[in-house]
């Protein structure tokens, strides 16, 4: 069968020695703290063989919703490259070629680190040729996430992002008003974050929650528009400012995740909410946008101890 072709690249810096970050790659047994896919289904068995760092060293998994399939190392330099065979059975059947390139370089400190580069070369069946761009960014958008836990795992010995999966929930209506931005998914943070200052500094009465909407999110392009929001059950009184957006959410149905751990992990939370609603088949209510709303405050707690519900509204 024709098959069309995509690839993957994503880098990023570890302050720590070549020779731990090359060992730790080329353990299946660590993978697991890190793993981008295993965060949406911790309880996904997986069988590991032979020894690591070997030739032949492999894992298998099988989850009920991240689907199945097996990785093999095929190929070392020591210190500088990993190469694995990685095999999909479940949903559906591919073969692809991925790799782990290291290079050695200094932290702003002089002490030693290492730039790590994850690539993929993947397939798709030629009827999904259009899927080509969304893989891309969607497999582009895994790989980052687990560079950044593996960062933080080889740094500092944990990964502080977990989620849990409550299903499908009711919730009540609100009224909203906020500041709409409009920016690349780079970009989020920075402007977001000032919004919400702006926000807690109006004139406006102590809202009932605080949240974001988010009107449209593009992997493929990484255009973003979002409303940084504070809401009310009942409809405000208050002079809403001219430069505020506002609107009123009915009722409804959601798929809920709660992410907890810092907004700078918050893509774990989105592609597992993803990811079950894709495995449950569930359809998105076609007028009520996604938004997450935040249950306590980077003020009040550290970073690995936020809480933030994601929802996902339902037809």
Known sequence: MFSISFNVEQTITIN???AEVY???GDFNQWRVWSPWIIQEPECPVKITNDPVTLG???EWNGTR???GRMTLIEKTDDARLAYDLEFLAPWKSQSKTQFEFQATKDENGN???HVTWLMQGTLPFFLFFMKKMMTAFVGSDYSRGLKMLKEYMETGRVTSTVDISGITQQG????VGYRVECKQAEIGERVGPMFEKLMNADVPQPDMVLTIVNKFDMVTQDSDMIAAIAYKQKPTFDIPSDMVA?????HQALEVIHNGGY?????GWSTLINNLQFNKLKAHKKIKEYEVYLNSPQDVPPEELKTAIYAPLR
């Open 173 to 176: 209506d609100f009224h909203y």
């Open 112 to 114: 030693d680190a290492t």
């Open 57 to 59: 060293h492999q894992q």
């Open 264 to 268: 700078d992990y918050m893509a774990n």
């Open 247 to 251: 609107g009123y959410v009915p009722s």
């Open 66 to 68: 991240i689907g199945s």
């Open 16 to 18: 720590k020695p070549v």
């Open 23 to 25: 060992t730790c790659l």
